[in-house]
């Protein structure tokens, strides 16, 4: 039997996420991981023990699920094979898959969020026939109403002592820049309401953690960079916490005695990290100093856990001391044998049509391209929007170097992590804007000779296989080949069959549906320039996609079909995305013969 190359041991290295650790016993938690079949699931974790147990075994896997805060249960998000629409079970700590019951007794619908109080639940659900509503689930399982509107909202934080209620909420229309209310569980009368107005967000970061102190943390944009503020929706109170580093507010844990706040800042696709005292704003940075945190929590004793990765090292969790700046220890890693390290990435800076562009580059290692000569290259786009590529692992673009490829992440306008303003510079001419800057770098790379423009590849997935699609379409002459992952290939048809919460962030990017702006989205719509598409396009497809639904992406495959443009499809049962490693092994070899195919070796 051959031996597994680097490349596909890389998808199938055991991956585990950051422990959600109890309120009340923090030596309890629950660690999402793959399993040693290679399914992501929920998994038991009790601090000091070897390694994780399995706590969920689906065929599809698991991936939401929240510990309650005694400690002693656990409620997982249920749907069906992907379709994000399902119900939340409640399952004893330490029990073995499959003893679960059903939490609420709610109806199947998409979740808007859940917190859990000692006593009671709030579950926030929607569905194209209500909207959003939010229940409160007491223990004895009584369901009532205590939030509902047509516009899109979800459940933020209850209060220490589980009296208040934060939901982030879009009443005024715009899901992109919400605003906070916070509500009395008791009788969903408002306390206190929080909005800057037009074009500028607030995402809450979770209530103090004492007792009796009602304030909250959230994070603002009036300034045109996500910040942080301690707001008290009971006085209306609020204090700014100037930071005196540059990068944006990317997440915010309270220290335990809520003096302090502990802060992750996103800067130039990395992270940093800093402790506020919140009486002085004196900061102090602490952690790694390379690399990026994808997710941090302070622990009642003072620690602070972090999943932290970069692009040449795999993800693990460590344990970080607030007084030093290095990576820490590592409190937890996967199981068996770890994943293949791979090659770090440089900084690109490229002048742009709407500013200078950051873009992240893989490169090959020397032995495979000497002697020196224009690379073929891959550039892979992000999804989101609302998101930015960052120096960390992944598995996907490390498998494309093992290939000889160069790869190339983009942060193109509409991307976090480089203020408001970069971020909504997309609404000007939905994902034209985005390929303006992905044409720059592309151009770039090609007249410096580092790429090769006859093998330059124009790959992603969600978002990043629209723009894909698009691009395809707009800028035939400048791609040699197309990898969509469920893209949004025909927008008017895709508003029609996604999910509730998609429509109004639709709604919100173009500023209205398609029957209110229907020129708008037939101007960014990849259908109005299939009949421009000149090269070979592989589609990857879930059947059971609500975000990017199965018809819309048959309609443009249609289109292909009559016009004879080679292509290839692959549809897969799950929804955006899938959570085995099988079915991620098979989808990226799936791409890699289709290139190779193409474009030769």
Not at 103 to 113: M, V
Not at 174 to 196: F, Y
Not at 455 to 463: D, E, H, I, N, T
Request: hydrophobic share 40%.
């Amino acid at each position: 039997m051959s031996e597994m190359p680097d490349w596909e041991a890389r998808f199938r290295a055991r991956r585990l996420g950051l422990p959600d650790f109890a309120r009340d016993d923090d030596r309890r938690t629950v660690v999402p991981a793959t399993t040693s079949a290679g399914t992501l699931e929920l998994h038991w974790w009790s601090v000091g023990d070897d390694e994780p147990v399995p706590a969920t075994d689906r065929p599809e896997g698991t991936a939401h699920g929240i510990l309650h805060p005694s400690g002693h249960a656990l409620w997982w998000f249920d749907d069906r094979k992907g379709d994000e629409k399902g119900v939340w079970q409640r399952q004893d700590f330490g029990s073995a898959p499959g003893s679960h019951t059903d939490a609420t007794g709610l109806p199947h619908a998409y979740s808007s969020g859940l917190a859990l109080g000692d006593g009671l639940a709030v579950v926030g659900s929607s569905d194209d026939d209500y909207g959003v509503r939010v229940h409160v689930v007491a223990a004895d399982g009584a369901a009532r109403v205590l939030y509902e509107h047509e516009e899109e909202a979800y459940v933020g934080d209850l209060s220490r002592d589980e009296s208040l209620l934060v939901i982030a909420h879009s009443e005024h229309g715009d899901s992109r820049h919400p605003a906070l209310r916070v509500v009395r569980v008791d009788d969903g009368t408002t306390v206190g309401d929080l909005w800057d107005g037009a074009g500028k967000g607030l995402e809450p970061a979770g209530f103090s953690p004492l007792a009796g102190d009602q304030r909250m943390l959230a994070v603002h944009e009036r300034d045109g960079v996500p910040a942080l503020l301690v707001w008290d929706p009971v006085s209306g109170a609020e204090q700014l916490v100037a930071i005196d580093l540059p990068g944006e507010v990317e997440d915010a844990d309270w220290w335990p005695d809520a003096g302090s706040v502990v802060v992750a800042l996103s800067h130039e696709a990395r992270t940093t990290l800093v402790r506020v005292q919140l009486d002085s704003l004196a900061a102090q940075r602490f952690g790694p100093t390379s690399g990026t945190v994808r997710s941090m929590a302070v622990r009642d004793d003072g620690e602070v856990w972090a999943g932290w990765s970069s692009a040449a090292q795999p993800a693990t969790v460590r344990r970080l001391d607030v007084t030093r700046q290095d990576e820490g220890e590592v409190l937890l890693a996967p199981p068996g044998a770890a994943a293949p390290p791979s090659v770090p990435v440089e900084d690109v800076w490229v002048e742009g049509p709407g500013g200078r562009i950051h873009a992240l580059l893989r490169r090959p290692a020397v032995d495979l391209v000497a002697p020196p000569r224009p690379l073929p290259l891959v550039i892979e786009v992000h999804g989101g929007p609302t998101h930015h590529d960052v120096d960390a692992f992944g598995a996907y673009p490390s498998a494309w170097v093992d290939h000889g490829y160069a790869v190339v992440q983009v942060n193109y306008r509409g991307s976090t992590g480089y203020g408001s303003a970069w971020r909504d510079a997309l609404e000007a001419r939905v994902g034209h804007v985005e390929l303006e800057d992905v044409l720059a770098v592309r151009d770039h790379l090609v007249e410096i000779g580092f790429a090769d423009p006859t093998k330059v590849v124009l790959a992603g997935a969600s978002w990043g296989g629209y723009l894909t699609l698009l691009g395809l379409g707009t800028q035939p002459d400048s791609w040699a080949l197309g990898l969509a992952g469920v893209p949004v290939a025909d927008y008017v048809a895709a508003y029609e069959d996604e999910m509730e919460g998609l429509k109004a962030f639709d709604r919100s990017l173009f500023g209205g549906s398609p029957a209110e702006v229907p020129e708008r989205y037939v101007d960014s719509s990849p259908i109005t320039y299939v009949d421009a598409v000149q090269v070979p396009v592989l589609v990857l497809a879930g059947e059971n996609d609500p975000r990017c639904p199965i018809r819309q992406i048959e309609n443009y495959l249609a289109r292909l079909d009559a016009r004879g443009v080679p292509h290839g499809v692959y549809r897969y049962d799950a929804g955006h995305g899938s959570l085995v490693d099988d079915e991620r092994v098979r989808q990226m070899r799936v791409e890699l013969d289709f290139v190779l195919a193409h474009l030769g070796a």
